[in-house]
């Protein structure tokens, strides 16, 4: 059960240099609209004496589980590193800069965090969700959950940090690319699974190490076509480029706030596995139209998933 739900605004998040040290949590706080919560699992073994049916008595902690999970508005691109696991890198002479958050195939980088709500600390936080969503014109939401097997630290006193680009991020526009007819992505949720996990060694309460598995990124659109050649090509597995085996296409999506301020999220290799559309009386057709990306292969090696404008060079 929850063990607390703490005042919104006394949240702080910043990257750890090495798995499950403190850093000051500066980078981060969310500013509008947020709920956090904090769920905590305790591991024990039950003990039994022979003859007798219910346990008497139980071990010593075996280790605690937290899971932090904060659910808002898009307001900075800070988070990018926990998918990609890496540093941006960082381009232009003046304002505005770009950052970039590449994604390579055979990654095993891993970004733990540092997270304070209210008076709480908790160290080698691993990013295991995150989801974004939002239609045109409205603000991009966001949700994301991750876990620490780290015992809490007391601080004694709230502790937040504040980024100077926090910004309000709102759904600009998308399409498909490499299809036959003109298409607007209209509303969007796309998930993301990173399954970071921490490993403990023997005899020990606290994670010693920690590890990347498989990036999972999982896509729901709903798609407005100008005409059917668009579903037709989706639906035949006929999509023009790249010529893979089944219906496969790329995606790009552009949040704003104003143009020093933008985010553009690049998915390729796109794999559409569930579609179905009506056809309105001016010929505009809506698609519901869901899949997953293929994350980069030797075809691949690496590619932008991330690009953000900001008026600041320093890394996230």
Same mark, same amino acid.
């Given at each position: 059960?929850?063990? #607390?739900?703490?005042?919104?605004?006394?949240?702080g998040?910043?990257?750890?240099?090495?798995?499950?040290?403190a850093?000051?949590?500066?980078? #981060?706080?969310?500013?509008?609209?947020?709920?956090?919560?904090?769920?905590?699992?305790?591991?024990?073994n039950?003990l039994?004496?022979?003859?007798?049916?219910?346990?008497?008595?139980?071990?010593p902690?075996?280790?605690?589980?937290n899971?932090?999970?904060?659910?808002?508005?898009?307001?900075?691109?800070?988070?990018?590193? %926990?998918?990609?696991?890496s540093?941006?890198?960082?381009?232009?002479? /003046?304002?505005p800069?770009?950052?970039?958050?590449? @994604?390579?195939?055979?990654?095993t980088n891993?970004?733990?965090?540092?997270?304070?709500?209210?008076?709480?600390?908790?160290?080698?936080?691993?990013?295991?969700?995150?989801?974004?969503?939002?239609?045109?014109?409205?603000? !991009?939401?966001l /949700?994301?959950?991750?876990?620490?097997?780290?015992?809490?630290?007391?601080?004694?006193?709230?502790?937040?940090?504040?980024?100077?680009?926090?910004?309000?991020?709102?759904?600009?526009?998308g399409?498909?690319?490499?299809?036959?007819s003109?298409?607007?992505i209209n509303s #969007?949720? @796309?998930?993301?699974?990173?399954?970071?996990?921490?490993?403990?060694k023997?005899?020990? @309460?606290?994670? %010693?190490a920690?590890?990347?598995?498989?990036?999972?990124?999982? !896509?729901?659109?709903?798609?407005?076509f100008?005409?059917?050649?668009?579903?037709?090509?989706?639906?035949?597995?006929?999509? !023009?480029?790249?010529?893979? #085996?089944?219906? !496969?296409t790329?995606?790009?999506?552009?949040?704003?706030?104003?143009?020093?301020?933008?985010?553009?999220?690049?998915?390729?290799?796109? *794999?559409?596995?569930?579609i179905?559309?009506?056809i309105q009386p001016?010929?505009?057709i809506?698609?519901?139209?869901?899949?997953?990306?293929?994350?980069?292969d030797?075809?691949?090696?690496?590619?932008? *998933?991330?690009?953000?404008?900001?008026?600041?060079?320093t890394p996230?």
């Open positions: 059960m929850p063990t #607390f739900n703490p005042i919104s605004n006394l949240i998040m910043a990257w750890e240099s090495t798995f499950g040290n850093s000051t949590t500066n980078k #981060f706080q969310p500013s509008l609209s947020y709920n956090v919560s904090v769920t905590s699992r305790r591991a024990y039950p039994y004496k022979i003859g007798r049916l219910t346990e008497f008595h139980a071990t902690l075996l280790g605690v589980t899971e932090v999970s904060i659910d808002g508005i898009l307001t900075n691109p800070f988070i990018f590193r %926990a998918i990609t696991g540093a941006q890198t960082v381009s232009g002479a /003046s304002s800069y770009t950052h970039t958050w590449a @994604i390579n195939y055979n990654t891993v970004a733990s965090a540092t997270i304070d709500v209210h008076d709480q600390r908790f160290v080698g936080c691993l990013l295991r969700n995150l989801s974004l969503s939002s239609a045109v014109n409205e603000p !991009v939401r /949700s994301m959950s991750f876990e620490s097997a780290f015992q809490a630290i007391n601080l004694g006193s709230p502790s937040a940090g504040v980024h100077p680009d926090d910004v309000i991020y709102t759904y600009a526009m399409s498909l690319t490499n299809f036959p003109f298409n607007v #969007f949720t @796309i998930n993301m699974n990173v399954n970071q996990q921490s490993i403990k023997f005899g020990q @309460i606290n994670p %010693a920690n590890f990347r598995g498989n990036l999972e990124i999982n !896509v729901d659109f709903e798609v407005l100008d005409n059917s050649s668009g579903i037709t090509s989706v639906l035949n597995q006929t999509t !023009v480029n790249p010529p893979y #085996f089944a219906a !496969v790329d995606a790009t999506l552009k949040f704003t706030y104003d143009t020093a301020h933008e985010i553009t999220i690049t998915l390729r290799r796109l *794999l559409l596995t569930d179905s559309f009506s001016n010929n505009i809506y698609a519901r139209i869901s899949g997953r990306a293929l994350l980069p030797n075809d691949y090696t690496s590619f932008p *998933l991330f690009t953000a404008k900001s008026v600041t060079n996230y």
